[in-house]
């Protein structure tokens, strides 16, 4: 009923020819929008302590800043990086620098020929992408400069991200 009964209860026995009607309605509306009132300041508390309590260890399992400072401390800042299975609009954040998307039906194809790209550069991949690459392909002839286990808001799930760096043609990282 809420806001709108409590209103209504109040307002409409003033109309009907009904004699006492009009303050007992003016009773039951008071106590409706009382309720009301009631209810929604509990909701308003639940609401505050979920969030209180859950946004602090959600961002806490967050771990893209970890691995942003991994990547930012090992390369230099002019460095591309590229990601590969996973995209999230804060890694571009932390990295400070764009991040390359590589994605649709040849993802695979062109994150290898990335990697094999002369000059320093990052991928980022997903263990679960880096693990199918490594098991069609072999090496994928990189140093892996970080790994983290990381929620995924965006699928509420957790996934592990991997930050492979570029090898030169001697075999040793850029």
């Not at 400070?96 to 094999?116: D, N, Q, S």
């Not at 980022?124 to 990189?142: E, I, P, W, Y």
Request: proline share 6%.
């Amino acid at each position: 009923m809420g806001v709108t009964g409590g209103l209504a209860a109040m307002i409409g026995p003033w109309f009907l020819p009904v004699p006492g009607l009009a303050g007992a309605g003016t009773l039951v509306g008071a106590g409706l929008l009382a309720m009301t009132a009631v209810l929604l300041a509990g909701m308003l508390a639940l609401e505050l302590a979920v969030h209180a309590a859950a946004a602090p260890a959600v961002e806490r399992a967050k771990n893209v800043p970890d691995l942003a400072a991994a990547v930012n401390a090992a390369v230099p800042a002019d460095a591309p990086v590229a990601v590969y299975g996973f995209y999230e609009p804060s890694l571009d954040f932390y990295l400070h620098r764009a991040v390359h998307r590589i994605r649709g039906p040849e993802a695979a194809a062109e994150a290898l020929a990335w990697l094999a790209q002369p000059g320093d550069g990052v991928l980022v991949v997903t263990g679960r992408n880096l693990r199918k690459l490594q098991d069609d392909h072999g090496a994928v002839g990189a140093e892996c400069l970080a790994s983290v286990k990381t929620f995924n808001p965006a699928k509420m799930d957790w996934i592990e991200l991997v930050a492979l760096r570029r090898r030169r043609g001697d075999g040793r990282a850029s």
